[in-house]
């Protein structure tokens, strides 16, 4: 059989591999500790939860949904403007399956072979894969700890920015775990209006800032809608990672286009999973601030933690991860990686994963309780790996 050439730049993915040596050890008895993959672990919003129990009971909610339910658009307009102050028109206003799918084909109405799309490095690996699958070049910017993981607009040499078609930005940003503000927006807005580049902002984390001002919206920046759009997801949010439901809203040529795209491989969100995000996004919001809080504590029980027994670990601001420094003498991500899963039972996901940049870290996921957060520190501490590179 012959495949596409463009499998050759496709690898297993390395939760794949973290994956088959996490089943090894328990099949050998032996104690995890699940700090490597984003998936929550509270439970559902009860009310998006019951809304979708009850749409199931209706035979007519099993048919094709063909778009989004009037409701629901109005449900995204009135949450935009309550959370974000930001005004949003029902064409500027589009559903996906989750994120990850519109990540992956946002590209498909604005790229062509062989155009420029900047991503950031590290980065979420699907910000790269949806272009590289339109032929599309990726020039990767660089996220230095230094600059508060925040690019720097004028380090992007002029040729390469007036070469791009589109930029990729996430905040509060995974898996550096920082956050942006206003003024961050409005240098991407200048920067895009400067060069005719689109913007795809990524905020599924938004509710999930952990100190300082509530999460922003890119579109909240004066002149964004003219270059750009925005993806969130109710998946962390709400907790409703398996129904698989996000929004795309901005542009309204960009989300005219990429509706047309999808309408070409979908048939819409189905009716209970609308259902469910109507009801998330109209019920009641104290679930989100308790979301916050149990994130928060994780962050401080797994920061503080670290510290504690001798692995300095910098400022974890937003989302439901932690972004650590390798220990003094350990250079080898993945190798660092392994070794602490086989000597600790811990499982974290190498930096390298993230790309080039990521190189030197590891990303932690707050995806357990407090308790099991502190048996793994101990279980770190015990095992001796810190102590090694300290002497």
Request: negative net charge.
């Amino acid at each position: 059989m012959k495949f596409a050439a463009r499998m050759d730049q496709f690898q297993p993915g390395i939760f794949d591999v973290l994956g088959k040596l996490r089943s090894q050890r328990l099949a050998e008895g032996k104690k995890v500790y699940d700090l490597w993959v984003g998936t929550p672990d509270f439970p559902p919003t009860p009310h998006a939860m019951a809304a979708f129990t009850e749409a199931g009971k209706d035979p007519e909610m099993y048919k094709y949904s063909l778009g989004d339910l009037p409701e629901l658009t109005q449900a995204v307009i009135a949450w935009y403007r309550r959370r974000y102050g930001v005004e949003l028109l029902p064409e500027e206003i589009t559903s996906l399956n989750g994120s990850q799918e519109g990540m992956a084909h946002v590209a498909l109405p604005i790229c062509d072979p062989g155009d420029v799309v900047l991503v950031p490095n590290p980065g979420y690996p699907v910000f790269s894969i949806g272009p590289m699958l339109c032929g599309a070049n990726i020039v990767e910017f660089p996220l230095y700890e230094k600059n508060g993981f925040l690019p720097d607009f004028e380090d992007i040499p002029e040729e390469t920015a007036r070469a791009a078609k589109m930029i990729m930005v996430s905040y509060p940003a995974n898996p550096v775990a920082a956050a942006a503000d206003m003024a961050f927006y409005e240098k991407l807005v200048d920067f895009c209006k400067k060069y005719d580049v689109i913007a795809v902002h990524d905020n599924a984390y938004s509710e999930i800032v952990h100190d300082g001002p509530a999460g922003i919206s890119f579109l909240a920046a004066r002149g964004a809608k003219d270059v750009g759009i925005e993806l969130n997801s109710l998946s962390k949010s709400y907790n409703l990672t398996g129904l698989r439901i996000s929004f795309a809203v901005g542009n309204r040529e960009i989300i005219g286009k990429l509706k047309t795209v999808r309408s070409q491989i979908d048939y819409g969100v189905p009716f209970p999973v609308q259902k469910a995000a109507i009801a998330a996004l109209t019920g009641p919001q104290d679930c989100l601030d308790a979301l916050r809080e149990g994130y928060r504590a994780r962050r401080d029980a797994l920061c503080n933690g670290l510290k504690a027994i001798g692995w300095p670990v910098g400022p974890a601001e937003a989302t439901m991860f932690v972004w650590v420094k390798l220990p003094p003498g350990r250079t080898d991500s993945f190798a660092f990686a392994k070794e602490l899963l086989d000597r600790s039972g811990v499982m974290c996901v190498p930096g390298v994963a993230f790309g080039s940049n990521g190189e030197g870290f590891v990303r932690f996921a707050l995806t357990v309780p407090v308790e099991e957060i502190r048996s793994a520190l101990a279980d770190i501490d015990a095992c001796g790996i810190l102590k090694e590179q300290a002497e």
